[in-house]
């Protein structure tokens, strides 16, 4: 079987690649901190600041919460709340789906390296392996890229969020920043198209063309007694010289060999 072994490295890299923006995808998905919200009223939200992620909003409270436990107070959001603006609605589907496909071009690339490094299927299914692996974190790598640059986009004109009043929240903020959440999404959107560029880049190594030539029947050949014809002989020495000269054991009955022949005999 052919070696493959030295054909992989840049899948190698990519797999690394891949498993570093799917961590960072898990987070960015779980963070709150995708926009962070400059309030005026700090009658409630005391520290002035809160955070609004895909999921829920917090922020500290001395009146909803004791000051003393310094604990966040948070409300979750519910995919049939009809007040979510549509960014962090499709934030929520794109990233439960980026999650799902970085994990499965994940395993496709595990298989792929797999037999690669141990020669257990032919190499036209690693390829296969390799591009099934290389789609699915391009996709990934996408579906994380437009929920991140939209709640970008969102954070840049300082859009609103009418919220209910059991959120204690304003329906605008007097500004809002971007949150740690979205540079570690584009970085994870970025390793994820990366180690799918270089899973569909792997080519099986081309085999070379093996040419044998026969040695016709009419250049030379050995006979039964031994002998040979008078093309691989010694031209102008003969065998008692040549024995006398080099001091070694007569050879007289070979095939002469013309990578070990002397230069006075060529």
């Not at 595990?110 to 037999?115: E, G, I, K, P, S």
């Not at 299914?125 to 699915?136: E, P, R, S, Y």
């Not at 031209?235 to 009955?253: D, G, I, R, T, W």
Request: one cysteine or more; charged letters at 10%; proline letters at 5%.
């Amino acid at each position: 079987m052919t070696y493959l072994a030295h054909t992989a490295n840049l899948q190698l890299a990519g797999f690394a690649f891949a498993t570093v923006g799917w961590i960072l995808s898990s987070i960015t998905t779980g963070l709150v901190q995708w926009r962070v919200w400059h309030v005026a009223n700090t009658t409630i939200i005391t520290s002035g600041i809160a955070w609004i992620g895909i999921w829920r909003s917090c922020f500290f409270s001395d009146i909803l919460i004791s000051s003393s436990l310094k604990t966040m107070y948070c409300q979750e959001f519910s995919v049939n709340d009809s007040f979510l603006p549509r960014e962090i609605f499709v934030a929520q589907g794109l990233m439960l789906v980026a999650v799902i496909l970085g994990a499965i071009g994940k395993v496709t690339a595990v298989c792929a390296l797999r037999n690669v490094y141990q020669g257990i299927s032919p190499g036209t299914q690693i390829v296969k392996w390799f591009i099934a692996g290389g789609v699915l974190n391009v996709a990934a790598g996408v579906c994380i890229l437009i929920p991140v640059a939209w709640n970008f986009y969102s954070v840049v004109h300082n859009l609103g969020i009418t919220f209910p009043s059991t959120f204690f929240m304003p329906t605008n903020p007097l500004a809002q920043d971007v949150g740690a959440a979205i540079p570690v999404g584009i970085v994870s959107a970025i390793l994820m198209i990366l180690s799918g560029t270089f899973f569909l880049c792997y080519k099986l190594p081309a085999r070379p063309a093996l040419k044998v030539h026969p040695l016709g029947t009419e250049e030379g050949y050995i006979s039964d007694d031994w002998n040979v014809s008078s093309k691989h002989t010694f031209p102008s020495k003969s065998c008692s010289s040549v024995h006398s000269s080099l001091n070694q054991m007569p050879y007289c009955n070979g095939i002469s060999n013309d990578a070990f022949e002397l230069s006075e005999y060529l």
